[in-house]
């Protein structure tokens, strides 16, 4: 297995024309004494809608890192993979996150999770960690809950980590694995047998993206209990770190927060914790770079406002079909939308505020924003027409893009 970084951050570029200006950002960020690298990352699903390949993203990120001159190393991440899609990314991609979500709690025959089972009665009873002050108190029955519900997913993460090794050679990628999209958190007990049983099939996984507490959407900030947040967050930390002392998991094996872009209410604290405990961490964000375009054409003049105006429009009136394949990382009341007709006689100024996300700004509007984020269908379907637009004013798209990296993202975690 390749080794990551301690530092690193998965850029999303939908359309694959911010490439440089993403970089730009790590590469300031290295400068300013932070050892960053990018990963771009994009998922299947995305390129569906986007209708494009994943060697494109490849190209892209070899692209920007040739004109930037940026010698660090470097990922694509085929985000959010499976056993159905994983082959169209073997030659474009390093960096793999496995997605297992959908095999948690899957049927299982008794005979093939009861031996790890009983390799992992000994933790039954009070389970304690160096570093947590409590002690989880984990029945047989509830051992036995959690093997069955998590065992289908790792032997499922095994195989497809067993396909990408025999095409690619285990030592010529990263593995990630996730589960983080699911209803319910994963707690840091059940991460600890989560992880127990990714080593028992001998997966060297660098990464691993569980649910935490709390709802991550899309392009907006976190909701939920921060305080709850900060202490199973601090106690995954600690799992992993005595896993990795005791239990030869891999030394830089580390915490990813997936739809980790504008969650900045938990930022300082994912932040301070990583210093206090000296830990990597994986940030993926939610390829709001395409939000960051928008901002960019709002500004961009007339014809650039037109456009963004129109896309709106679309968007408001095929928002069930735009929202149905993110309902799970959405929450947008229709009530609360402004109507297409009012945000006709917005300027542009008014335009870029309501969508860029600055936390007490009064134009800020979270509904807008979402609603925006998954309407990255109606910009895909306007094709050279919204391509030719981004090239036409680059320059000020590309300033809105590094910004949002480097100034409200890496700096609120590492600034
Ligand atoms: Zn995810």
């Known amino acids: 297995m390749k080794t990551l970084e301690k530092y690193s951050f998965g850029i999303g570029d939908r359309f694959t024309r911010q490439g440089e200006a993403q970089l730009r950002a790590i590469i300031r960020a290295n400068k300013n004494g932070i050892p960053l690298v990018p990963v771009w990352n994009k ?17 892209e990120a070899l692209s920007a890192t040739k004109k930037l001159g940026y010698n660090g190393n470097w990922y694509v991440d085929a985000d959010h993979i499976n056993m159905q899609n994983v082959e169209r990314y073997m030659d474009h991609s390093n960096f793999f996150t496995i997605d297992v979500a959908d095999a948690i709690g899957a049927e299982c025959d008794e005979d093939e999770w009861r ?7 000994p933790f039954a009873g009070n389970l304690s960690i160096p570093g947590i002050e409590e002690t989880f108190e984990v029945s047989k029955d509830a051992l036995e809950g959690t093997v069955k519900k998590f065992y ?21 990628y990263v593995a990630e694995i996730s589960m983080d999209e699911v209803e319910d958190p994963q707690t840091p007990p059940e991460l600890f047998f ?18 935490f507490t709390g ?13 709850q947040f900060r202490k199973e967050f601090e106690q995954d930390l600690m799992v992993i770190d005595h896993l990795v002392k005791s239990f030869d998991l891999p030394a830089n094996l580390k915490l990813s ?20 405990h000296d830990k990597g961490i994986h940030i993926k964000t939610a390829g709001t770079t395409w939000l960051e375009e928008v901002i960019g054409l709002s500004l961009a003049g007339t014809e650039g406002l037109e456009m963004v105006k129109s896309f709106y429009r679309k968007a408001y009136e095929r928002m069930e079909e735009l929202c149905t394949p993110y309902a799970t990382v959405i929450d947008i009341d229709p009530d609360k939308l402004p109507t297409p007709a009012e945000v006709e006689g917005w300027s542009s100024e008014l335009f870029s505020n309501t969508l860029r996300h600055i936390p007490g ?15 990255y269908k109606v910009a895909a379907e306007a094709g050279d027409a919204y391509l030719d637009m981004l090239e036409k004013h680059s320059e000020i798209v590309g300033e809105q893009v590094e910004e949002n990296i480097y100034d409200r993202h890496i700096m609120r975690l590492f600034g």
């Not at 195989?159 to 095409?167: A, P, T």
């Not at 700004?361 to 309407?375: N, T, W």
């Open 115 to 121: 031996e790890i089972f009983e390799s992992l009665l």
């Open 43 to 59: 998922s299947n699903r995305e390129h569906q809608i986007v209708k494009t390949v994943p060697s494109d993203t490849w190209k």
């Open 361 to 375: 700004h009064p134009d800020y509007d979270p509904m807008f924003r979402q609603l925006i984020h998954v309407g």
């Open 152 to 172: 289908p997913a790792i032997k499922e993460a095994a195989l497809i980590y067993r396909s990408i090794s025999d095409v690619r050679g285990a030592d010529n």
């Open 257 to 276: 927060v997936h739809s980790g872009s504008d969650k900045f209410s938990i930022y300082p604290v994912i932040g301070e914790l990583i210093r206090k």
């Open 194 to 211: 989560i992880l127990l049983m990714i080593r028992k099939f001998e997966i060297p996984v660098q990464t691993i993206a569980p649910k």
């Open 215 to 227: 709802r991550f959407n899309k392009g907006v900030d976190y909701v939920g209990d921060v305080e």
